[in-house]
């Protein structure tokens, strides 16, 4: 008998309900695959919670469309390397791309972030001083901590036994006034000795040079010894070095920023939602690098590689990693420290540096993520 229209329709609906409840049967299996490709199960054991928040996309987009971030491929900015290596910085941007851009030097990441060419950098307390004072306060602020410690004195010990040994002989930093440069000539000046801070002449020979050909020095007998960050001192160690000081040791509480995040004012007051998308990132990159600190240790090694062309030899990484602690806290008082070391050492006027630090956003990101809100020791913008 020929089927009517009204029998056609019904068949077709009765299909139509099938399929939706095989396509509803098979959506478990379905979200099952993606876990295993990384969405779920082992993965969210080793990565921040939250994915929903985390997925780039989700919610409106943000004022910008990229955001331009600075680093230096060094292990105490180990918060860019991993949270760019691993993506955990980009998830939080709803979209906005990330410009990375590498620098070897923070005069010249200051010089990028005033020149308008940068937005955000990861960088040390003495050139986030400089430039802050040279612009009169008006090109950055810093709004985050990222890393402590990591520095070390690195000797040849069949020349140097002892600190005292220090006397006379040639010791390099990386470069004139930059952090560890102030911490060496100030460590000096505490022994009593007398350094020239312009020439680095006096009772040790304070000898500038930049930490890629340090070790080469130091294999060459070019040097006695360094004061520098890692990964530079296990590289002179694994030539041969000892390491006489590790500056940890002279700080309260054993912790010293070596790390900041700073930003543009410009760009802060233009996209402070880009900037608290990218602190939520640094947040759990941390969150995630102390949690997870061998997988760390191996992505911030792939990131230096793609930066390099080659990793850091295990001998090397291996001892360095553990001495550099993450933190979100900028210890403000430290820098304060820092600063009046520099003036000290005559090698800049008394610097007025209130308004250097605007934690705002980071004690926001850091209050919603049930984490305590960190301090600027009083040098927060009025």
């Known amino acids: 008998m020929p089927a009517t229209a009204t029998t056609r329709s019904t068949r077709t609906t009765r299909n139509t309900l099938r399929r939706g409840v095989v396509a509803a049967a098979a959506l478990p299996l379905l979200i099952g695959a993606l876990a295993s490709c990384g969405y779920g199960s082992q993965a969210e054991k080793d990565e921040p919670q939250d994915k929903a928040a985390n997925v780039a996309g989700a919610g409106e987009k943000l004022s910008a469309s990229e955001v331009?971030?600075?680093?230096f491929p060094n292990l105490t900015h180990a918060t860019a390397l991993v949270g760019l290596q691993e993506g955990l910085i980009e998830k939080e941007l709803n979209g906005t791309k990330i410009k990375p851009q590498a620098f070897n030097a923070g005069p010249s990441e200051i010089e990028a972030l005033n020149g308008g060419s940068l937005d955000i950098g990861f960088i040390g307390p003495s050139p986030a001083i400089n430039g802050f004072v040279k612009s009169k306060g008006s090109n950055l602020r810093i709004i985050s901590g990222s890393a402590s410690g990591g520095v070390k004195l690195v000797v040849n010990p069949e020349k140097i036994k002892t600190l005292d040994d220090l006397k006379g002989k040639r010791i390099a930093t990386p470069q004139k006034g930059n952090t560890q440069d102030v911490a060496f000539l100030n460590w000096i000046s505490e022994k009593g000795w007398k350094v020239d801070p312009e020439s680095g002449k006096g009772d040790v020979s304070v000898v500038r040079t930049?930490?890629?050909?340090?070790?080469d020095a130091f294999k060459q007998g070019s040097i006695d010894g360094a004061w520098v960050p890692e990964p530079t001192a296990s590289k002179l160690v694994s030539e041969g070095g000892a390491v006489l000081l590790d500056e940890t040791a002279l700080w309260p509480d054993k912790k010293f920023v070596i790390t900041n995040i700073?930003?543009?004012?410009?760009?802060?007051k233009e996209h402070p939602d880009v900037v608290e998308a990218v602190l939520k990132g640094t947040v759990k990159t941390n969150e995630w690098i102390n949690a997870n600190p061998d997988k760390a240790k191996a992505s911030a090694n792939a990131k230096l590689e793609a930066e390099s062309g080659k990793?850091?030899?295990a001998k090397i990484i291996d001892p360095a990693w553990p001495s550099i602690a993450l933190t979100d806290d900028p210890l403000a008082s430290t820098l304060k420290t820092q600063a009046d070391w520099a003036?000290?050492?005559k090698l800049i006027e008394q610097p007025e540096l209130t308004g250097i630090y605007d934690l705002t956003l980071l004690n926001k990101v850091l209050k919603a993520a049930g984490k305590p809100e960190v301090s600027d020791a009083?040098?927060?913008a009025k």
Request: glycine share 12%.
């Open 68 to 71: 331009r971030i600075g680093y």
């Open 378 to 380: 009083g040098l927060g």
């Open 343 to 345: 003036v000290k050492a």
């Open 262 to 268: 700073i930003v543009s004012q410009k760009f802060l």
């Open 311 to 313: 990793p850091l030899d």
């Open 210 to 215: 930049d930490n890629k050909v340090t070790p």
